[in-house]
């Protein structure tokens, strides 16, 4: 993340596929993060090979429901993932 959260402004703009009639820039409903591109993994890490690892077990992706895009990750889930993507 190279900047952290700022209310989303695409909500307010009606010709938007994100306008959001409830959001407003005094009380905005949605926020976006600014992301870069760090390091692009050789390999793919599935899945079903992360829901085998017993480290990532409590892993809130990983639980019926979740979505990916709305979904943390912390600092010691994604060693284990990076970890999983250089064994390769």
Do not use: C
Not at 45 to 63: S, Y
């Amino acid at each position: 993340m190279v900047r952290n959260g700022y209310p989303d402004f695409t909500a307010w703009d009606i010709n938007s596929d994100h306008y959001d009639s409830g959001s407003t820039p005094d009380q905005p409903r949605w926020y976006m993060v600014d992301v870069k591109l760090v390091e692009k993994f050789q390999a793919l890490v599935t899945l079903e090979e992360m829901k085998r690892h017993p480290k990532l077990k409590d892993m809130m992706i990983l639980r019926k429901g979740n979505r990916l895009s709305i979904t943390p990750v912390t600092s010691e889930e994604w060693k284990v993932i990076t970890s999983l993507a250089a064994k390769r």
